[in-house]
């Protein structure tokens, strides 16, 4: 079945861009999100690409898809203390089902 | 801006015990999903409901685990017995059906089994 896989940690200084990498195995993905989850919160949509996307920007946030290596990025611009949370990349797995399979998440950590 | 509700937000039971979770999902939403979350893990879909019928209930431990969504809107995931292992974050999300489908979730539901 589809494995998406993130680093587990990532720590910066607040006013630097911060990148969160993602890697997925499912070449035949249809969609591509990223959620962000504050402590004891839900998940909020930050944003996401189709695949036949290769950049998706939106203010503070640029999403890089590389297909060939089956890679997808998040880019924050301005890292700010609030930025402080787990981010999740989420994959819709083919089909009609609209199943998402989440890897494990990242930490952003931003210090000021 | 519209959302997703789930209660209780927190629940704490013993184990061997019932345990029950509501969701209300963002009106005219017809998919709704279940996902549990173990701490330091991705949610992981337990089941997924287009209106009122299971489209996919394959990770759902059906021996103890039970999900309904009787007139397509609201849904109730039951746990019974509890067991230690439940202990995790249960969120709800719904689509609207067709088009991207994106997911919205809502705060979720802290399980503690004691």
């Known amino acids: 079945g589809e494995d998406v896989e993130q680093s587990l940690f990532l720590s910066v200084r607040e006013g630097d861009s911060s990148v969160i990498n993602c890697t997925y195995t499912?070449?035949?993905?249809?969609?591509l999100y990223w959620y962000k989850q504050e402590p004891g919160a839900g998940l909020q949509l930050l944003t996401y690409i189709f695949s036949n996307m290769d950049m998706k920007q939106d203010q503070r946030l640029t999403v890089l898809l590389n297909k060939k290596d089956k890679h997808l990025s998040l880019r924050i611009a301005d890292t700010q203390t609030g930025d402080s949370a787990i981010y999740f990349c989420?994959?819709?797995?083919?089909?009609?089902?609209?199943?998402?399979?989440f890897g494990q998440g990242t930490t952003l950590q931003v210090k000021p | 801006e519209a959302e997703v509700a789930q209660s209780p937000r927190y629940k704490i039971t013993e184990k061997s015990q019932a345990v029950a979770f509501w969701c209300d999902p963002i009106?005219?939403?017809?998919?709704l999903y279940w996902y549990r979350q173990i701490l330091g893990q991705g949610p992981e879909l337990l089941v997924q409901f287009q209106d009122e019928s299971v489209v996919d209930d394959s990770q759902l431990p059906k021996d103890r685990f039970s999900a309904e969504r009787l007139k397509g809107v609201d849904s109730t995931l039951k746990i019974q017995p509890a067991e230690l292992g439940d202990s995790a974050m249960y969120l709800c999300a719904s689509s609207f059906r067709g088009g991207v489908q994106t997911q919205y979730f809502g705060p979720g539901t802290r399980l503690l089994v004691l």
């Open positions: 989420a994959v819709k797995i083919s089909g009609n089902t609209g199943k998402l399979i």
């Open positions: 499912d070449s035949s993905s249809t969609y």
């Open positions: 009106s005219g939403h017809a998919t």
